[in-house]
Structure formats: C-alpha cells, structure tokens
C-alpha cells in the first residue's frame, strides 16, 4: 500500500495538479503586465504545454505501455494535446477569454516537442547506454 501511495503521488499526482494549475489560470481574467513580445501568450501556451506532455509521458513510460514506444508516444502527445483544446474551450464559457486556434496550436506543438524532449532526454539515452552494457558483456 505505501509503495502505490508513493507511486501515485510521484507519478500521477504531478499531472493531476498540473492540470488543475492550468485550469485555474484559464478560469481567470487575462494576465496583466505579461510579456509584451510579439505573441508572448503564444509563447506562454507551447512552454505550458511543453511540460504537460512530458509529465504525461514521464507517468505512462512507468506503465505497460513501455514496451511499445509508439503507442506510448502517440498516447502522450494525445492526452497533453485534448487537455489543450479542452483547455481552449473552456476559455471560450468563461468572461474575458476567448478561444484562440492559434492557441490551440501552440498547445498542441508544445505537447509534441515536450513529449520528444523528454524521450530524448530521459527515455532514449538511458535505454540506449543499458543496451550497449549488454553487448559489450
């Protein structure tokens, strides 16, 4: 029991907060005194969405889908990318939002590439320098 506990709250927990961080910034007004580049919120969506894709891969590659990297990818990018077009939704209902496409995109691009940082990062090389330990033995 106390290693599930430990596993979810490492885990699954991280993703569950996340996402309820993100819908709470979206419930509100738009942020004032924010960066004022050129489409900074743009910015702002593909960084977000960046890290929730890696979270989400980060907790799946701790389930049985490891054994198919596919999958496991793909289900990643999905899952970070939904939350995002839900997320875009969600600010159409709610006063002094909008919903954005080009927010949407944003989201779902950081999904991406936060997915295939993390896998490159975390996920490849370290598979890689087990599988070269084996032939060298």
Not at 25 to 43: M, N, R
Not at 49 to 73: K, M, Q, W
Request: aromatic share 16%; charged share 15%; net charge negative.
């Amino acid at each position: 029991m106390k290693q599930s506990l430990q596993y979810f709250f490492y885990y699954w927990f991280p993703i569950g907060l996340y996402g309820f961080l993100i819908f709470m910034l979206s419930s509100g007004p738009v942020p004032e005194g924010g960066p004022e580049f050129f489409q900074a919120d743009k910015f702002a969506h593909f960084v977000i969405f960046a890290v929730l894709g890696a979270l989400c891969l980060r907790t799946l590659d701790t389930t049985a889908l490891r054994t198919n990297l596919a999958v496991l990818l793909l289900l990643s990018m999905a899952l970070s990318s939904s939350y995002g077009i839900s997320d875009e939704i969600h600010q159409y209902f709610v006063p002094s939002r909008n919903a954005d496409f080009l927010d949407v995109l944003a989201d779902i691009c950081g999904s991406i590439v936060g997915v295939l940082a993390y896998w490159r990062i975390f996920i490849f090389r370290p598979r890689i320098g087990r599988q070269e330990l084996k032939t060298e033995d």
